[in-house]
């Protein structure tokens, strides 16, 4: 609650120096400046954050490796359902935790997992059959893949081009819904048939694909663990983080969420797809959760601005620019709220949202917003005395 009762003294120091303007002792007017919001705070704040939310993401796969272990072992329809549901699940937490990129962190670094977790798009034919070739990808080719184990299948990923995606989120995604070959109109996800994980099923190599899947999940999990080992109370990068200076700590925190906002989430996840009106440029296509995806990453931008994430509560970015410009603290906020607004009217599934002549400005005004929102954060930091970028690396 540390957060909650700085703020909340920092707007009722506000009012009362309003109030009592008119006095002839105007001490109180200045009284806001007494309140003391330490940076080092602000940081040790942001790395409990990172911790619980990579910890809500790891529980949240367990849970689902759990549904796919129980759906392989007995792959009826109800049990499928129970493990698509389980993915969705999964994302929740995990699509808040896109705030930590872009912020030098090891999620990115040089031998960082994010390419094993949530790369996209993911071409599908180099995974499993699809419509028009029903030999085609890794699980139908035993000549060349004889074996479907997690050392095969994360040295494929990403062989030969970026498209082509062996593991992680989207490769479990594909694998429960398969393709999405219906119209935006229809509002419909893909339909593979729990029946091509069945022995004698619809689709040939069913033993390979359950492998495949029981793979996919177990790698989730390792990958995810790796980020918790970096971030945990003794981790490696937790201890270089919280030794890194405070302004190159704070600029690195600024430069996660400002390139999220504005270069990741509103120009690659969500203006190249409404450009293209194609579904295969969104992010969760094969489920059509891509909606949950987009307002899930927002919401990672606004928890590590506010410092607020599940029981995490603490001194956070928007307390200290806002001490330092009132004003441009406001404007921020301010901001954030439109995005928020603006990210939440856009229709579902997303599909739909993008192809539809109605619903279209509802997308371009969310791109609008959160590219004003990134500016914003950049604005935050030159108040701070921090120079921050939000472009994405090139």
Same mark, same amino acid.
Request: glycine share 6%.
């Given at each position: 609650?540390?957060?909650?009762?700085?703020?909340?003294?920092?707007?009722?120091?506000?009012?009362?120096?309003?109030?009592?303007?008119?006095?002839?002792?105007?001490?109180?007017?200045?009284?806001?400046?007494?309140?003391?919001?330490?940076?080092?705070?602000?940081?040790?704040?942001?790395?409990?954050?990172?911790?619980?939310?990579?910890?809500?993401?790891?529980?949240?796969?367990?849970?689902?490796?759990?549904?796919?272990?129980?759906?392989?072992?007995?792959?009826?329809?109800?049990?499928?359902?129970?493990?698509?549901?389980?993915?969705?699940?999964?994302?929740?937490?995990?699509?808040?935790?896109?705030?930590?990129?872009?912020?030098?962190?090891?999620?990115?670094?040089?031998?960082?997992?994010?390419?094993?977790?949530?790369?996209?798009?993911?071409?599908?034919?180099?995974?499993?059959?699809?419509?028009?070739?029903?030999?085609?990808?890794?699980?139908?080719?035993?000549?060349?893949?004889?074996?479907?184990?997690?050392?095969?299948?994360?040295?494929?990923?990403?062989?030969?081009?970026?498209?082509?995606?062996?593991?992680?989120?989207?490769?479990?995604?594909?694998? *429960?819904? @398969?393709?999405?070959?219906?119209? =935006?109109? &229809?509002?419909?996800?893909?339909?593979?048939?729990?029946?091509? $994980?069945? %022995?004698?099923?619809?689709?040939?190599?069913?033993?390979?694909?359950?492998?495949?899947?029981?793979?996919?999940?177990?790698?989730?999990?390792?990958?995810?663990?790796?980020?918790?080992?970096?971030?945990?109370?003794?981790?490696?990068?937790?201890?270089?983080?919280?030794?890194?200076?405070?302004?190159?700590?704070?600029?690195?925190?600024?430069?996660?969420?400002?390139?999220?906002?504005?270069?990741? *989430?509103? @120009?690659?996840?969500?203006?190249? =797809?409404? &450009?293209?009106?194609?579904?295969?440029?969104?992010?969760?296509? $094969?489920? %059509?959760?891509?909606?949950?995806?987009?307002?899930?990453?927002?919401?990672?931008?606004?928890?590590?601005?506010?410092?607020?994430?599940?029981?995490?509560?603490?001194?956070?970015?928007?307390?200290?620019?806002?001490?330092?410009?009132?004003?441009?603290?406001?404007?921020?906020?301010?901001?954030?709220?439109?995005?928020?607004?603006?990210?939440?009217?856009?229709?579902?599934?997303?599909?739909?949202?993008?192809?539809?002549?109605?619903?279209?400005?509802?997308?371009?005004?969310?791109?609008?917003?959160?590219?004003?929102?990134?500016?914003?954060?950049?604005?935050?930091?030159?108040?701070?005395?921090?120079?921050?970028?939000?472009?994405?690396?090139?």
């Amino acid at each position: 609650m540390k957060n909650t009762l700085v703020k909340y003294l920092f707007l009722s120091t506000i009012l009362f120096g309003a109030v009592s303007c008119s006095s002839d002792d105007d001490s109180s007017s200045n009284a806001i400046d007494q309140i003391v919001i330490e940076e080092s705070t602000v940081i040790e704040n942001y790395a409990n954050l990172v911790y619980k939310n990579y910890q809500d993401s790891y529980n949240s796969a367990k849970t689902m490796q759990t549904a796919i272990n129980t759906f392989v072992a007995n792959p009826t329809e109800g049990n499928f359902e129970a493990v698509k549901k389980a993915w969705k699940d999964a994302r929740e937490p995990y699509g808040q935790t896109e705030a930590f990129r872009f912020a030098s962190g090891p999620i990115d670094d040089t031998d960082g997992p994010e390419g094993l977790l949530n790369a996209w798009p993911l071409d599908e034919n180099y995974v499993d059959y699809v419509k028009g070739d029903d030999t085609a990808g890794i699980i139908n080719d035993d000549t060349t893949y004889p074996t479907i184990s997690k050392t095969v299948l994360e040295g494929l990923n990403e062989a030969g081009g970026e498209k082509n995606i062996s593991i992680g989120y989207h490769a479990i995604e594909f694998l *429960l819904w @398969g393709q999405d070959n219906s119209n =935006a109109s &229809d509002k419909e996800a893909g339909k593979r048939p729990y029946t091509d $994980f069945v %022995d004698g099923g619809t689709a040939s190599n069913q033993d390979r694909r359950r492998d495949y899947l029981v793979a996919c999940a177990e790698l989730l999990l390792d990958h995810l663990q790796l980020l918790l080992d970096e971030w945990k109370t003794d981790g490696p990068y937790r201890k270089t983080f919280l030794a890194l200076d405070e302004n190159t700590a704070l600029k690195n925190m600024l430069t996660g969420i400002s390139t999220l906002a504005k270069s990741e *989430l509103a @120009g690659e996840r969500v203006f190249v =797809a409404y &450009d293209n009106q194609d579904q295969e440029d969104e992010h969760s296509c $094969f489920s %059509d959760n891509t909606h949950r995806d987009l307002r899930l990453n927002l919401a990672g931008v606004a928890n590590v601005y506010r410092g607020e994430y599940s029981s995490v509560n603490g001194n956070s970015l928007e307390d200290l620019i806002t001490k330092k410009d009132p004003t441009l603290g406001a404007e921020i906020t301010a901001q954030l709220v439109a995005a928020e607004t603006a990210v939440s009217a856009t229709a579902t599934p997303f599909d739909f949202a993008i192809s539809d002549a109605t619903e279209r400005p509802k997308v371009l005004a969310a791109v609008n917003a959160l590219r004003t929102l990134g500016d914003k954060f950049v604005e935050g930091g030159k108040a701070l005395g921090i120079t921050v970028s939000s472009d994405l690396p090139e």
